[in-house]
């Protein structure tokens, strides 16, 4: 009792473990991704914010009206429109001026600031877009704020150079928005330039960044864009943290600044759903060391007397008399045995029905040798006949493609004659790549003129977008002839024959369906035995032929009902590459 409940709760642990550590190795993974991807998702708001900026710069630098920047801006037009964007754009800009070349504010949407002299610093970055070349200034703080100085060339419209700057004082204010809304009391933002400098950060970590310091050790990332790393903290938050990384991808033809942000994710809150798990994953082992504690009881006093039942069984199963039932009920191992038995003895009564059916076409190949060699001579005859009337003149285009029609077909028939003659040896197909919706049009040529004679109507639906087999080209052209001449021969006038395919996996389905009278359920699985026919002249070996050439393919066919109301013939093969050796 004791090894049995060993077996049994051993493995339970195992699985329990191994499922949890899987678990936990996902959530971890898939917590460092949205991590990742909250920050990704950061650092594309913030070009979008940037660029939308730069693209004010560059657009309002080419306007008419920052020509009146020559003439000192004395009717106060240029002033009022700038007034004007920065009232449009909210709190989005502390003040827009315009600048002679001395520096000196010629307009401005501050009234008090004209006059003034701007200093042009030596930029701090710079983004070239296709309106001209914007300079930044590294944000600086002001009495209302931090700013960001954005500075643009006007280039003048009467004379070469510049008549000045357009200067854009963007309120940071709008930056920090941005950032803020990507955080909460669980995960901070931090903004670095190119140098490793904070630039800013969300208002929960804002104490503890000095600007005019580099980041510490460790803290900056790899190169790259996205990145997620665990690390302690210290110096911006307590306790472990992870940290995701990413970098300004730019927008469009902005480039971006080289701006990194690092979102920092406290790692015990990350964690609380894989300690929750942890948790229930505990539960669930104690549960099931109770449930196959109690399990193990049962089982240990039944398992007896299904093996003692399936062992009588599996003695009387093979006996002539009638076989009996499967004994039911005990653990689902011993039921699986049981099938598993009566799957094997009914393999072993296919294989003797599949021997018998060889030894009958043994049989065939031997009486068709004597027949095959009377063939071949009326068969020679009639090739050269059709190759002398080919050579005569007056012939129409008709008659000359029957004329090949019998030429081709005479020399398949006398290759035929010969595989017969070789049925004793048990040819193996000639495999070579071919396309079985070529075989399948070149069959209904050759059928042609017998299907407009009697009126059938011949279609082909050929769906499968694979179509290319290793395979005899031959034997396959000869199991479309054999089962599209069974339905020729059985449908009456104004019928009806399809031949369609598609594709499964791995493999190609063709059927040959039409709208005659169909086969009998009882007859579906007998039909493909040799001498087994159903139609009145025939010898039964057609099908037997066509499945014996299927198999040697790694294929295999059946017969069912048609959706045109008939008999419907479905085989299958295998896919080039694919071949079932």
């Not at 070349?133 to 070469?160: N, T, Y």
């Not at 977008?465 to 339905?487: K, W």
Request: with cysteine.
């Amino acid at each position: 009792m004791f090894a049995f409940l060993l077996v049994s709760l051993l493995p339970a642990v195992a699985l329990t473990r191994l499922a949890f550590d899987r678990s936990r190795a996902a959530m971890l993974g898939e917590i460092e991704q949205g991590v990742m991807r909250s920050t990704a998702a950061v650092s594309a708001e913030a070009d979008q914010l940037l660029y939308e900026r730069l693209l004010n710069a560059t657009t309002w630098n080419h306007l008419e009206v920052m020509q009146d920047l020559r003439i000192d801006d004395v009717d106060k037009r240029l002033s009022s429109f700038l007034s004007e964007m920065k009232l449009r754009y909210g709190g989005t800009y502390r003040a827009l001026h315009a600048v002679d070349a001395q520096g000196r504010i010629v307009a401005s949407s501050d009234a008090a600031r004209i006059g003034q002299v701007h200093a042009a610093p030596r930029p701090w970055a710079q983004a070239a877009l296709p309106g001209g070349l914007v300079r930044v200034e590294r944000p600086r703080k002001e009495a209302e704020g931090r700013i960001m100085l954005l500075r643009v060339a006007i280039p003048s419209q009467f004379e070469d150079g510049d008549a000045g700057d357009l200067l854009l004082e963007f309120d940071w204010a709008a930056m920090q928005a941005v950032l803020d809304h990507a955080s909460d009391a669980t995960r901070q933002l931090l903004l670095v330039d190119t140098g490793g400098l904070p630039l800013g950060a969300s208002s929960g970590l804002l104490p503890q960044i000095d600007r005019d310091r580099s980041l510490p050790a460790g803290w900056w990332p790899p190169p790259g864009g996205l990145h997620a790393f665990d690390r302690d903290g210290h110096p911006y938050a307590e306790g472990a943290v992870i940290v995701g990384h990413a970098r300004s991808p730019g927008l469009g033809r902005f480039p971006g600044l080289g701006w990194s942000y690092l979102m920092l994710q406290s790692r015990q809150v990350a964690l609380a759903p894989v300690q929750r798990m942890a948790w229930a994953f505990a539960g669930l082992l104690a549960v099931t060391a109770l449930v196959t504690i109690l399990a193990s009881l049962l089982v240990a006093g039944k398992i007896a007397r299904p093996v003692l039942a399936l062992t009588d069984f599996t003695r009387r199963y093979a006996q002539p008399s009638e076989r009996p039932q499967l004994p039911e009920g005990g653990p689902a191992e011993i039921g699986e045995l049981g099938r598993s038995f009566v799957r094997l003895v009914d393999d072993l009564a296919h294989s003797q029905q599949t021997l018998a059916q060889a030894s009958k076409l043994a049989a065939v190949g031997e009486v068709t040798a004597l027949l095959a060699h009377e063939v071949r001579t009326p068969l020679g005859i009639l090739r050269s006949s059709a190759q002398t009337l080919r050579q005569e003149e007056g012939l129409g285009p008709e008659a000359r493609e029957l004329l090949q029609i019998i030429d081709s077909e005479t020399g398949r028939l006398n290759r035929l004659v010969s595989s017969l003659l070789d049925s004793a040896r048990t040819r193996s197909p000639q495999f070579a790549a071919v396309d079985l919706h070529a075989l399948a049009r070149h069959a209904a040529t050759l059928l042609n003129t017998q299907l407009r004679d009697r009126r059938i109507r011949f279609e082909l639906d050929l769906q499968a977008s694979q179509s290319m087999l290793d395979a005899d080209g031959e034997q396959l052209t000869q199991v479309l002839l054999n089962l599209t001449m069974n339905a020729l021969q059985i449908l009456p006038p104004e019928g009806r024959i399809e031949i369609a395919s598609r594709n499964e996996p791995g493999r190609l389905l063709v059927e040959v369906s039409d709208d005659g009278p169909g086969i009998a359920a009882a007859d579906r699985g007998r039909i493909f035995d040799p001498f087994v026919f159903k139609r009145e002249g025939g010898l039964g070996l057609g099908l037997a032929v066509v499945r014996q050439i299927l198999r040697q393919h790694g294929g295999d066919i059946s017969a069912g009902e048609s959706r045109l109301g008939g008999a419907c013939f479905r085989f299958w093969l295998p896919l080039q590459g694919t071949r079932i050796p």
